[in-house]
């Protein structure tokens, strides 16, 4: 297995790597020993957020592993309950305390707030003050439609390095990944095997994107499974993905991907399989109070 990650340069200069590792829905003492297997196996980058509850224990994973806090790509979200320019501010204290770290690379608004967005504003100008002063490498969005991201542009003065979105083979979001491309903003794939076409909103008559045919043969065509054929295809489309495991089988199989690649009709066929279906909520539909979440101190 080689380990050598293709990076990303984000808009500001800042290389991220392309593969990256997350640990949503990880309970927090699965969390840790997950974060150091990734670690240990070649992963480079770590995706966490307040709202998952177990940035400590993602601290302790890194401490544990054994690898230099400067050849990790940390990135973490800020929660809603914590928009706005000095809470947004105090959010980073609490998130680096927890990580145990002084700075962060990559940090996020995890969702737009539809129903107070100069709150979401104010938040994502506490991102640039940080930004400004240091205390992160490079700020950015989560879960941002094409209208609330023209809206941003137009009220803030840095431009987002990364959009982080629902994205895999059965819900591309093909408007949105331009638009971010066309401001040099970079697409991240939350969900990018697909693990959220279990859920119920696909139907009835589901079939996770695991358990598509197409993917299927490709698959069998490189020796590979259908998770590694879908990451294969984001980082060949030069998005960022963060696949998520607490199986040491898993996370070395979804690192397992730099050693093929697709053909530019696999990557066509792929694309075709777009549903238009929404596995995650709705971004306009996140509102504070029905998304509200403590977020607790350090």
Request: net charge negative; aromatic share 8%.
């Amino acid at each position: 297995m080689t380990n050598t990650v293709p990076t990303l340069t984000l808009n500001n200069g800042v290389q991220m790597p392309a593969l990256g590792f997350g640990v949503y829905q990880s309970s927090p003492e699965d969390t840790a020993a997950a974060v150091r297997t990734a670690l240990e196996t070649g992963y480079r980058h770590i995706d966490t957020a307040a709202a998952y509850g177990n940035e400590r224990e993602v601290g302790d994973g890194i401490r544990a592993s054994g690898v230099d806090r400067s050849d990790i790509f940390i990135e973490t979200k800020v929660w809603l309950n914590d928009y706005g320019f000095d809470s947004t501010r105090y959010a980073f204290d609490k998130a680096a305390s927890k990580l145990g770290v002084d700075t962060i690379d990559l940090l996020l608004l995890h969702q737009p707030m539809s129903d107070d967005f100069d709150r979401t504003i104010d938040a994502y100008r506490g991102l640039e003050s940080l930004l400004h002063d240091g205390h992160v490498h490079s700020i950015g969005i989560s879960n941002f439609m094409p209208s609330q991201v023209e809206e941003l542009l137009s009220a803030t003065e840095v431009v987002p390095a990364v959009n982080q979105i629902e994205n895999h083979p059965y819900f591309q979001q093909c408007q949105l990944q331009e638009l971010n491309a066309e401001h040099g903003i970079v697409t991240q794939a939350w969900s990018p095997i697909g693990g959220i076409t279990f859920y119920a909103v696909f139907g009835d008559d589901r079939v996770s994107v695991l358990d598509d045919a197409v993917i299927r043969e490709i698959a069998r065509a490189h020796g590979k499974s259908p998770a590694q054929v879908m990451l294969r295809w984001h980082l060949d489309q030069r998005r960022s993905a963060i696949p998520k495991s607490v199986t040491p089988s898993r996370i070395a199989e979804n690192f397992d991907v730099f050693d093929f690649s697709l053909s530019t009709d696999e990557l066509a066929a792929i694309d075709a399989l777009d549903t238009g279906n929404r596995g995650g909520p709705v971004p306009e539909d996140i509102t504070l109070v029905e998304f509200s979440l403590e977020i607790l101190e350090a």
